[in-house]
């Protein structure tokens, strides 16, 4: 079964600093994708930014980007230029590819609640 | 172009009632995915839904049913409700065809068992 494991349950940053938040996941399958989504208070879950496991390349979204390490199972989400809108509760997230029986069986960590002070 | 949309917004219930909550996906998709959020905790995948039929479970009983109705929207039903169903319910879409992982979601339902 995969797990996906999310070690910090707060981060704090200052506007316009960088945050990075952790993630590792555990798998025995080649195909799957990695998501990173936000949930501010008002719940509504918002993709952030996505990763397919076959590409090497980091993913990038604007001030978001990942580091996206295969072998050490490892999907960190580095936040640059922090606003105060960043503020909300960041789920990593893992579902398996469509070549697997689980496919669409996503399975999300703890959460990390990003904190963001002027 | 609507996203996913839920209802109702906020639901409370007492122990051994029965509840429906509804879902009704993005524009062009035709999977729906529900998921229980306990409070302070991770989204737990209960199951999805294609072509009208349940295509994943996870771990959750007999209790957790669901459907899914021919326009692609999509009922989750829970029987004898307990204490420990209280969460936000969120319910996702995504597109089956080609390899589109992402899941959409709603603003949820937030359950309330007393």
């Known amino acids: 079964a995969q797990t996906v494991t999310q070690s910090q349950p707060e981060m704090s940053v200052q506007e316009a600093e960088t945050v990075t938040l952790s993630c590792t996941y555990d798998?025995?399958?080649?195909?799957?994708?990695l998501f990173w989504y936000k949930q501010p208070p008002s719940r509504q879950m918002i993709l952030v930014i996505r990763?397919?496991?076959?590409?090497?390349q980091n993913a990038t979204e604007n001030r978001f980007s990942v580091n996206f390490q295969k072998a050490a199972k490892s999907f960190s989400l580095k936040i640059s230029d922090s606003q105060l809108g960043d503020a909300a509760m960041y789920f990593c997230a893992y579902s398996p590819g469509v070549t697997t029986d689980s496919w669409g069986k996503f399975q999300f960590g703890a959460g990390t609640q990003v904190v963001v002070t002027p | 172009d609507a996203g996913v949309t839920q209802s109702p917004t906020h639901l409370i219930k007492t122990r051994g009632q029965q509840v429906t909550l509804r879902c009704s996906p993005k524009s062009g998709h035709d999977t729906v995915s529900w998921y229980q959020q306990a409070l302070g905790q991770g989204p737990q995948f209960i199951f999805q839904y294609y072509e009208e039929e349940e295509r994943q479970r996870g771990n959750f009983p007999d209790r957790f049913s669901g459907h899914q109705f021919p326009n692609y929207s999509s009922e989750l039903n829970v029987n004898a409700l307990l204490l420990g169903d209280s969460a936000l319910y969120l319910c996702a879409s995504s597109p089956r065809t080609g390899r589109e992982e992402t899941q959409y979601f709603g603003p949820g339902t937030r359950l309330l068992v007393l």
């Open positions: 990763q397919e496991a076959y590409k090497q």
């Open positions: 798998t025995s399958e080649s195909d799957y994708y």
